[in-house]
């Protein structure tokens, strides 16, 4: 053993064991974190079909979105090619002087919808572009050429669902 280890607590008189421990566990941590973020191995890209929901925008503030511009999230990367869009007189529930609840097309308030056609990853059926989880629900700042908008995703489909 004494020519394993010395005196001192050095590998072969050379290296400290406790810096050998160490170095070990820091290394263990960067091949963890490094297998963790990527997923372990090589994620094919497949097309990613994302709607978008943007509810009771003023008629005055309703973007002038197109198909076929490239809309990119608020940190600047892609998310996609928007395919259409398409706007609706918002929906309004209202109250009526004898108390019923009637709905009503607002004459003020529009809902604008993007079907966007992206490239992302599927990895525990959730769909990812670039750093966006496209979970239905999840709330995202879409930025076009002249218009940025709040939006909701209500609508993701992948593979050969997202090109018909």
């Known amino acids: 053993m004494s020519r394993l280890l010395d005196d001192r607590g050095r590998l072969f008189g050379k290296v400290n064991i406790v810096d050998v ?3 070990v ?3 263990a941590i960067v091949v963890f974190a490094a297998v963790r973020l990527t997923g372990g ?11 978008f929901l943007d509810k009771r925008v003023d008629q005055s503030f309703v973007p002038g979105a197109e198909a076929k ?21 918002s929906v309004e529930e209202l109250v009526t002087p004898d108390g019923q609840l009637k709905t009503f097309t607002s004459s003020t308030r529009e809902d604008v919808t993007y079907v966007v056609l992206c490239q992302g990853t599927v990895t525990d059926s959730t769909a990812h572009i670039g750093s966006l989880a496209a979970r239905v629900g999840t709330d995202v700042r879409l ?22």
């Open 25 to 27: 566990v820091i290394v």
């Open 69 to 89: 511009q490239t809309i990119r999230d608020t940190a600047g990367n892609v998310i996609g090619e928007v395919q259409s869009v398409d706007v609706v007189p």
């Open 143 to 164: 930025v076009g050429p002249g218009y940025e908008a709040q939006t909701t995703i209500s609508a993701v489909v992948w593979g050969a669902e997202a090109l018909k």
């Open 41 to 51: 191995g090589a994620v094919a890209t497949v097309p990613v079909k994302v709607t």
């Open 21 to 23: 421990i160490v170095l």
